[in-house]
């Protein structure tokens, strides 16, 4: 990356969402070294979503936890805003962790405090179909529950930034309401651009926009609207944002997972591609395996393409890495 640009080099570059899916076993290196090559500062790595068992985050947390350090010495785990700039001067990549829906407290509202002692940073309420907490957005959308108004608060509380995506409407807002600190959606793109159910509307946009929050633009093809994921696309999407609010609620966070990108560039001419489990990902809205998400690589060229939309080098400083930053450090404690 000798050629990168400038602005890239110098500014914060945070990632608030990987599409890679962590396990107890697999090796951590071949996951994490496209970040380090990008020269990522600060990447949240999805330990949990609500297919699985929710045992399942913290034994994979405690795995990252007690392998990171040897098997991948160029990370650091972070649990303040201070620490993830010091390992920027570090050269180091910053690691915490996100959960996407709510299983993973399986009813406990104490389990909040507890994986923010483990270094979860964010928590998703669902992912894409109900739970104890609220509505995902392939759901019929009930809205947010008691529980998960319980939950709210106490992630308020505890310091955890609550994340939208893969959320119903009805339950969105009802958090955006109720939460007193910025709220998030990690890896949505405006649904006006794109219709598809992932996508948020203009109304989520703004209300985020209200509580101090971001909208993380998805490098997902099917959520930019492309046969193939582009910078230019994102940026796009970046720019719909930033007019709609300002360019201090738009952040980049990818959903970028290397093997997922592997299988598809090795099936690129097949187009009977794989349908995914329809209990999560409905048949008839897009999704496929493997699927095509821009390459953490490219983001170098993302700031190319956001300087071609008119963004200047103090947005597009934002937009990589100054905003998700503010936002954590208002809600981290």
């Known amino acids: 990356m000798d050629g990168t ?37 600060y990447l949240s790595v999805n330990v949990y979503y609500d297919l699985q068992p929710w045992t399942e985050a913290a034994r994979i947390i ?40 709510m299983n993973a407290l399986n009813g406990q509202l104490e389990m909040v405090q507890r994986y923010y002692e483990l270094g ?17 957005c392939h759901d019929e959308d009930t809205g947010l529950t008691g529980f998960g108004r319980q939950v709210v608060e106490e ?3 505890v310091g955890m930034v609550i994340d939208c995506s893969h959320t119903g409407y009805r339950t969105t807002m009802a958090i955006m309401e109720r939460s007193t600190h910025p709220v998030i959606f990690s890896h949505s793109n405006p649904r006006s651009l794109v219709e598809h159910g992932r996508n948020v509307t203009d109304e989520q946009i703004k209300e985020c926009a209200n509580t101090g929050g971001v909208v993380g633009i998805s490098g997902v093809n099917l959520l930019l609207g492309e046969e193939e994921a582009t910078p230019t696309a994102v940026a796009q999407h970046a720019e719909y944002v930033a007019q709609l609010t300002s360019p201090e609620h738009v952040g980049i966070s990818l959903d970028f997972d290397p093997e997922e990108e592997r299988q ?18 409905p048949k008839g809205t897009g999704y496929g395996r493997p699927a095509q998400t821009l390459s953490v690589s490219r983001l170098p060229d993302v700031v190319n393409a956001l300087e071609d939309v008119g963004f200047d080098s103090d947005d597009i400083g934002a ?6 930053r503010r936002v954590a450090k208002q809600v981290w404690k």
Not at 7 to 21: A, N, P, Q, V
Not at 131 to 136: D, E, I, K, R
Request: charged share 25%; hydrophobic share 35%.
């Open 62 to 101: 405690a795995a990252f936890r007690s392998r990171l350090p040897e098997e991948a010495p160029y990370c650091r785990l972070v649990s303040t805003v201070d620490e993830v700039n010091r390992a920027k001067v570090e050269g180091k990549l910053a690691i915490a962790f996100d959960i996407e829906g």
């Open 155 to 157: 992630m308020n509380q």
């Open 264 to 281: 598809y560039q090795e099936n690129a001419s097949n187009t009977l591609m794989e349908e995914r489990d329809d209990t999560y990902w």
């Open 319 to 324: 937009i990589l890495g100054g905003n998700f």
């Open 120 to 136: 979860v940073r964010q928590m998703a309420i669902a992912y894409n179909r109900n739970n104890l907490a609220g509505s995902g």
């Open 5 to 41: 640009h400038t602005l890239y080099r110098e500014s914060l570059i945070w990632d608030d969402h990987c599409g890679f899916t962590a396990t107890v076993d697999g090796p951590l290196d071949p996951l994490l070294q496209p970040w380090r090559e990008a020269r990522v500062d």
